[in-house]
T-cell receptor, first 115, second 115 residues
């Protein structure tokens, strides 16, 4: 059983650029959530995808967008990058609709630095 | 507004003693609570969870207590081991155990267990 994998692990961009982060969910999981973790803070919910559609969104502007593909993998796109977008971006997968411990399975994250 | 708060940024305990990590929340709609542990350069990993219909859940050395009237939960680790040294996040959900893709996290508490 493969875990959640994210790419790239580290990247540096400049203000105004666009970035795409990728996530492969854990085998058997059909839901993907994205979180932003700023330095010294807890992860903050960006949005969740289920059945290729956005299924809930946190307090993030529209320049944060995403996709989920038929194989349940996902992308996070951020346009017009700002310095405050510098953070660790975490992807987490789960299987919706099942009674379980409720745990999310997180990837190791993509560390984005905006200069 | 911070709906989930971990007011102690750090905690240091001796190996073999008890570690107690605390978490407060403000939203009465939260009905499921989880603790995650995070090592550097890794994604958060699930530790233990509790439903709002319970006041205690035990899993080996880890026990979570929930006081709904005080909107407070705590994680007890007994006995503490050096390998427990990590950042601990408290998280809450308003959708039960089957809808925890949208978690609200606290800021985290860094636990150091000294040999």
């Amino acid at each position: 059983e493969t875990g959640v994998t994210q790419s790239p692990t580290h990247l540096i961009k400049t203000r105004g650029q666009q970035v795409t982060l990728r996530c492969s969910s854990q085998s058997g999981h059909n839901t993907v959530s994205w979180y932003q973790q700023a330095l010294g803070q807890g992860p903050q919910f960006i949005f969740q995808y289920y059945r290729e559609e956005e299924n809930g969104r946190g307090n993030f502007p529209p320049r944060f967008s995403g996709l989920q593909f038929p194989n349940y993998s996902s992308e996070l796109n951020v346009n017009a990058l700002e310095l405050d977008d510098s953070a660790l971006y975490l992807c987490a997968s789960s299987r919706a609709g099942t009674l379980n411990t409720g745990e999310l399975f997180f990837g190791e994250g993509s560390r984005l630095t905006v200069l | 507004d911070q709906q989930v708060k971990q007011n102690s940024p750090s905690l240091s305990v001796q190996e073999g003693r008890i570690s107690i990590l605390n978490c407060d929340y403000t939203n009465s709609m939260f009905d499921y609570f989880l603790w995650y542990k995070k090592y550097p350069a890794e994604g958060p990993t699930f530790l233990i969870s509790i439903s709002s219909i319970k006041d205690k859940n035990v899993d080996g050395r880890f026990t979570v207590f929930l006081n709904k009237s005080a909107k407070h939960l705590s994680l007890h680790i007994v006995p503490s081991q050096p390998g427990d040294s990590a950042v601990y996040f408290c998280a809450a959900s308003a959708g039960g155990s089957s809808n925890t893709g949208k978690l609200i996290f606290g800021q985290g508490t860094t636990l150091q267990v000294k040999p």
